[in-house]
């Protein structure tokens, strides 16, 4: 059901319908609850449509704010792929900036961690259960992905730390040479020294898809969805609009 305003009888709203927002949407319906999922676009138009394609059950690390300075430094040069800002933002977000930084500390990082390996521990299964009640169990694919190297001391770095994850969490990985590497992907480049192949992931064959079905699946379930931006709500009596 798509509407431009909820019923009043709303309890619950969930504020954007990429495939994270459809699938807390979903498991809210499926408890009972009345919800409506609200986006300024139709559901999975945006990142959803066309991300990685990658259920990371490996993903235990959070991302942690640099500590090092010549870290720090090259970020904030503000050329890097993997972070972007505008400088007139700073001023706005410094204080969320400092809390990620004092909460990337060693000490507080590791708890972290644990506590968010309990979370990702659970993603493939409940990404397994919502896509069978969402008839969607055949755009999941097994057999995990890799993670290529150029140099050996990324590689080594990177295969230190598998080892520490498959110790404390329980995940399964390969270690490729450079010659295992080619025999898996013969059209990669071959100055590749080796990978890691992380075997407990699912991909997505479409991510947009599997958005959908699970979209669809949320309105099988009595939920709603209103097109719209969340920073127009106002207050109208007891409900919103």
């Not at 007139?88 to 204080?95: G, I, K, M, N, R």
């Not at 230190?160 to 990669?188: H, T, W």
């Not at 997505?204 to 099988?220: C, G, N, R």
């Amino acid at each position: 059901m798509t509407t431009d305003r909820p019923d009043s009888s709303v309890d619950t709203i969930v504020l954007g319908a990429g495939i994270v927002g459809v699938s807390v949407a979903a498991h809210v319906a499926k408890r009972g609850r009345s919800v409506v999922l609200v986006d300024r676009r139709l559901p999975g138009e945006e990142c959803s449509f066309g991300n990685g394609g990658l259920i990371q059950r490996e993903g235990v690390f959070p991302h942690a704010f640099p500590h090092s300075i010549p870290d720090i430094l090259r970020y904030g040069m503000n050329r890097q792929n993997d972070v972007r800002y505008h400088p007139l933002a700073l001023l706005q977000v410094a204080p969320f900036l400092f809390s990620y930084w004092k909460n990337s500390s060693p000490q507080k990082y590791l708890s972290l961690v644990r506590q968010y390996a309990k979370l990702i521990e659970h993603s493939v299964a409940e990404h397994q259960a919502l896509a069978a009640a969402a008839d969607a169990s055949h755009l999941l694919k097994s057999g995990g992905w890799l993670r290529a190297f150029r140099t050996h001391k990324a590689r080594d770095t990177r295969l230190k730390q598998a080892e520490v994850m498959r110790s404390e969490f329980g995940l399964n990985y390969r270690s490729l040479d450079a010659v295992g590497l080619q025999q898996e992907e013969p059209y990669l480049a071959p100055e590749m020294v080796g990978a890691i192949d992380w075997t407990d992931p699912f991909r997505i064959e479409s991510p947009h898809a599997l958005t959908m079905a699970y979209f669809a699946l949320f309105q099988k379930l009595g939920g709603q969805f209103v097109q719209g931006d969340a920073r127009t709500f106002a207050a109208d009596g007891g409900a919103g609009r």
